[in-house]
């Protein structure tokens, strides 16, 4: 029903971190603005907080505005911003708001990622809009066109550097030659990695935006647990080394494809480290930056780039979103739900096509090769390039074999590393990693 023309709404905002810091204050410098946008004046109702009284000079409000009781809040709002991240008290304030009617906007990727179907089915059975731009890759507007803009196409594959922190991290090694301990410490002196950097760097926030995106772009409910999740601490810098001579950077991927089985069609998910070409458009973005490239049968490939987090970014998306729900209120109508009506199966990483790069410490007589041909081949794997050159430490007795693979099942091709690692004749596999993007 639309609203009474003119008639204020409402807006709760629960956390005001660096993220709602910038939402609070862009509401109040822009309410003009916004106002005019939407068709009605958006009125900050109130601000949830974990310590109320604390001053907060940098946030343009009214210091009565602030409230340690969220769940009362919520209930007194037309549209409520959640940016306090985690699944409780999350997940409990957004469901209370729907049940009184509130819209929701948030920017909860775990929580949309470990229990979205039930934020879906509230919003549903509440009559409400549940928006969630600024949960992948802070301001790129990413969601919006694979759910609305590509809604009558068919996304066969979503690639994708979602994570700051790690793109910081890698691009810096490129840049450096450091390793990664050193240059994590960099990151977070310079405040793009946080205290605790594990969620990034172990790829647990890369994983949940992998499984937003791929419920989205294939119609099909994957959660954080389908995701295969590799992080990047295992990444060294013979590793980028490796990568730059054969004109690669590594990145970390998020990985979303639609693919045939022998059962039919089914969804692959997956986040880890890669080496990518140079001249592939995911291999410029640099820092904390993020991209994602999208491929649809109609539209061709798409690329989206901009700054994956930060307060102003990350709220520009959030208020998008705003003004997306708040129009809804004033003319009617809703935005569009969950789409799972394909209910596609998610394959594990096994089956993944994929192709890898190895690193081989051989000993340096005649037949190795032979022996290292023979493993591939037994698997089905094809080899589209090896090297050999004299190791570092100079040693004439020994050879370092470089392999390139052709694309193979990352079953059989991880099958294959563990029959060469047995092989009397390889004395150690230095490196592994995957090949993407060529």
């Known amino acids: 029903m639309a609203r009474e023309l003119g008639a204020p709404i409402r807006v709760a905002l629960i956390g005001c971190g660096v993220v709602g810091s910038s939402v609070a204050t862009m509401l109040v410098r822009h309410r003009e603005d916004l106002a005019a946008r939407v068709g009605a004046p958006l009125e900050l109702v109130g601000i949830a ?21 969220a769940a009362e809040l919520v209930t007194r ?13 999350a997940r409990e304030l957004i469901l209370n708001a729907m049940s009184h009617g509130a819209s929701v906007v948030t920017a909860n990727k775990a929580l949309l990622a470990e229990d979205g179907p039930t934020l879906y089915a509230a919003a549903d ?15 790129i507007p990413i969601l919006r066109p694979i759910r609305e803009s590509l809604a009558g196409d068919a996304v066969s594959k979503v690639m994708g550097i979602v994570n700051g922190t790690t793109n910081f991290v890698l691009d810096a090694m490129d840049t450096t030659g450091a390793g990664f301990a050193e240059t994590v410490e960099r990151a977070q002196a310079l405040g793009y990695a946080e205290a605790d950097p594990t969620a990034d760097v172990e790829g647990f926030d890369a994983a949940a935006k992998a499984a937003i995106l791929a419920s ?13 999740r590799e992080g990047i601490t295992e990444v060294s ?18 990985i979303c494809e639609r693919v045939n089985t022998g059962d039919g069609p089914a969804v692959s998910v997956r986040v ?7 001249s592939h458009p995911l291999a410029s973005v640099r820092e904390a930056y993020n991209a994602v490239f999208v491929e649809a049968a109609a539209a061709g490939q798409l690329m989206f780039y901009g700054k ?26 809703r935005g569009p739900g969950e789409s799972p009506y394909a209910d596609l199966p998610v394959v594990d990483m096994g089956s993944a096509l994929t192709r890898y790069h190895i690193s081989l410490a051989v000993a340096d007589r ?28 100079g040693d004439r007795q020994r050879a370092q074999l470089i392999v390139v693979t052709h694309e193979a099942p990352d079953a059989s091709l991880a099958a294959t590393v563990e029959v060469l690692a047995a092989l009397e004749t390889v004395d150690d596999v230095i490196s592994v990693m995957r090949v993407e993007g060529s």
């Open 237 to 254: 810098a013979a590793d980028i080394q490796a990568a730059k001579e054969m004109g690669a950077v590594v990145k970390l991927l998020a």
């Open 366 to 393: 005649p037949g190795v090769l032979a022996q290292v041909a023979t493993a591939f081949a037994d698997h089905g794997v094809s080899i589209e390039t090896v090297r050999q050159q004299v190791p570092a430490d």
């Open 77 to 89: 709002a037309d549209i409520v911003i959640e940016v306090v991240g985690g699944i409780e008290p």
């Open 125 to 139: 059975a509440h009559g409400v809009d549940l928006y969630f731009e600024a949960a992948v890759a802070g301001a």
């Open 49 to 69: 907080v974990r310590r109320p009284q604390r001053p907060r000079p940098d946030v343009p409000v009214d210091p009565s505005l602030f409230t340690g009781d």
């Open 216 to 228: 989205l772009a294939f119609h099909t409910r994957v959660s954080s647990a389908d995701v295969h």
């Open 308 to 333: 994956g987090a930060g307060g102003d970014p990350t709220a520009s998306a959030v208020l998008g979103d705003v003004v997306a729900v708040a129009r809804h209120l004033v003319a009617g109508g």
């Open 272 to 278: 880890h480290p890669a080496m990518i070409p140079r």
